[in-house]
């Protein structure tokens, strides 16, 4: 069974600049979650999905970041404009119906300069 | 007052010794319960999952879950070098079922 596939695995980029994430979660999973990890802290939750329908974005900056998942299967995380905060790693992760194990990617190393 | 919380460590101990992580959570209705493990420079994994009050118990671990004080822990037995890791606490709030992890306990256990 493929596990979830994310890319690129690594990113640098200018502040200012813009960058987007792919995910496409395991097949079958209803339920996909892209998650911000700055070093030295737990995963963040930015935004959960449903099918192609938001669980929760509340944590998401709306200013900047946007994600979506056509069709209910991969998804995209964007951010623009980039921030030297939002150095991180992006992790996508996907569940069968969600409240169950997560399936993680690697994640995308992102250096904003 | 954060929605899952963790002391962030470092937790050591020797060779050999059991080690125990804690973790709280705000969400009263909260029903399921995870503890992941996560190597430097790696994603998260899951080893444990808690759904009802009392002791669960797989291989060198066992997670504990006190709902009426929002209370969840894992103990590890026999503590390995390879168990130096971030152990994670993940929380599902109820409502949204919003999937919550804590800042993580750094743990070393020493040879």
Redesign the interface.
């Known amino acids: 069974e493929a596990g979830v596939a994310q890319s690129p695995r690594y990113k640098i980029i200018e502040k200012r600049q813009s960058v987007a994430f792919w995910c496409n979660p395991i097949s079958g999973h209803a339920t996909l979650?892209w998650?911000q990890q700055i070093l030295?802290?737990?995963?963040?939750?930015l935004i959960?999905f449903q099918n192609n329908g938001v669980?929760?974005d509340s944590q998401l900056p709306k200013d900047r970041f946007s994600a979506e998942r056509l069709k209910g299967v991969d998804s995209t995380l964007k951010i623009q404009p980039a921030k030297l905060e939002d150095s991180a790693v992006y992790?996508c992760a996907s569940?069968l119906q969600?409240?169950?194990?997560?399936f993680?990617?690697?994640?995308t190393q992102l250096s904003v300069l | 007052q954060k929605e899952v919380e963790q002391n962030s460590g470092p937790l050591s101990v020797p060779e050999g010794a059991i080690a125990s992580l804690n973790c709280t959570y705000s969400d009263r209705g909260s029903q399921s319960f995870f503890w992941y493990r996560q190597y430097s420079g790696k994603s998260p994994e899951l080893i444990m999952f808690i759904y009802s009050n009392g002791d669960k118990e797989d291989g060198r671990f066992t997670a504990q879950l006190n709902k009426a004080s929002q209370y969840v822990s894992l103990l590890i037995r026999d503590s390995q070098p390879s168990d130096s890791a971030t152990y994670l606490c993940a929380v599902v709030t109820s409502g949204t079922y919003k999937y919550i992890f804590g800042t993580g306990t750094r743990l070393k256990v020493l040879a």
């Open positions: 979650y998650y030295g802290q737990g995963p963040k939750l959960q669980v929760d992790l569940s969600g409240s169950e194990k997560l993680f990617g690697s994640g």
